[in-house]
């Protein structure tokens, strides 16, 4: 157990940003399993910019990597762009 003040503050927020991150990175996935569910292409089109802004918020926290962005969006966009 927690010895200091701050170790103990540490803790909550370490807590906080755990929980803050995995409902931000499952939000973002189900936003990707509902894109690349999407048969309409004006619907997926109308998506992408905004799965796309979710993949960089995840990218600039470090929540992923900045290259497993970058290949999430390329198939994204590959996949909407394949659409008809």
């Known amino acids: 157990m927690a010895n200091h003040k701050s170790a103990l503050k540490r803790i909550r927020q370490s ?8 409902f931000n ?5 189900s936003a990707i399993k509902k ?3 999407e048969t309409d292409k004006d619907a997926a089109v109308a998506a992408l910019p905004g799965v796309s802004a979710m993949i960089d918020k995840l990218a600039k926290r470090n929540i ?3 290259n497993k962005a970058g290949n999430l969006k390329s198939k994204l966009a590959k996949h909407v762009s394949s659409l008809s």
Do not use: C, E, W
Not at 15 to 22: T, V
Not at 25 to 29: A, F, G, I, M, S
């Open 25 to 29: 990175h499952k939000t973002t996935r």
């Open 64 to 66: 992923i990597h900045k």
């Open 15 to 22: 807590q906080a940003r755990r929980l803050r991150n995995r």
């Open 35 to 37: 894109l690349r569910n």
